[in-house]
């Protein structure tokens, strides 16, 4: 069964103290590895987009990087507008198009 | 573009009721999904739909649930008869067939059953 863990549930980070998140998948064959960031009453919004093992993609203060057992998403220098949670989800070949979620991480950021 | 389109955002209703959600893609997206947003659960895929023919509704909890897709900009989720257990956030999304560069979600209803 496919499956997507996110660690940790919850992170409070201060402001420009770095520090990753984790998404450890199983899925019989990626067809790629997407992270999200959801705010409090929001839908989800699209970050990154991750094909395969060594990709490495980067968005402000924002990194994802990927293996073949997991995506972690570094972030550097925190400013407390980060704060949110962040959803990783995997799309397997054999399940088309449609995407399948973790629990996420809620980052909190203090100034 | 006005992004994806979701009503009501807010739904309180009686157990016993029916609730049908509504749901506008983006113009131009002939993929649709809806998703059930839990604490307990997360993010969970209900039905998805490609060039309004449903695919997948592998997801949907039981009879009660029912979805629709009559034409490219229009879709419907309808709960008959609704139960407490069903209160979540409900999202749609909506994405072009085989190009990953993810789903835009809309703002979510949230449903309430009391």
């Known amino acids: 069964e496919d499956q997507v863990t996110q660690s940790p549930e919850a992170l409070r980070l201060q402001e420009g103290e770095s520090s990753s998140l984790n998404c450890s998948y199983t899925?019989?064959?990626?067809?790629?590895l997407f992270w999200y960031r959801q705010d409090p009453g929001k839908g989800p919004e699209f970050l990154f987009t991750l094909y395969s093992a060594g990709e490495e993609k980067e968005k402000e203060r924002l990194k994802a990087t990927l293996t073949k057992k997991e995506s972690f998403l570094h972030i550097t220098a925190p400013k407390p507008e980060d704060s949110a949670t962040y959803l990783c989800?995997?799309?397997?070949?054999?399940?088309?198009?449609?995407?399948?979620f973790g629990k996420g991480t809620t980052l909190s950021v203090s100034s | 573009d006005a992004g994806v389109i979701q009503s009501p955002r807010h739904e309180v209703t009686e157990m016993g009721q029916e609730v049908t959600l509504r749901c506008k893609p983006i113009?131009?997206?002939?993929?649709l999904f809806w998703y059930r947003q839990t604490m307990m659960r997360g993010l969970e895929l209900l039905i998805y739909f490609n060039n309004n023919v449903p695919i997948d509704d592998s997801g949907m909890p039981e009879d009660r649930f029912s979805a629709k897709m009559p034409n490219a900009s229009f879709s419907t989720l309808k709960i008959q008869p609704s139960e407490p257990r069903d209160s979540a956030v409900y999202f749609c999304?909506?994405?072009?067939?085989?190009?990953?560069?993810?789903?835009?979600f809309g703002s979510g209803t949230r449903l309430t059953v009391v």
């Open positions: 999304a909506s994405s072009l067939v085989g190009i990953n560069y993810g789903y835009t």
């Open positions: 989800a995997v799309q397997a070949r054999q399940a088309g198009t449609a995407l399948i």
């Open positions: 899925v019989s064959g990626l067809r790629g």
């Open positions: 113009s131009g997206h002939n993929s």
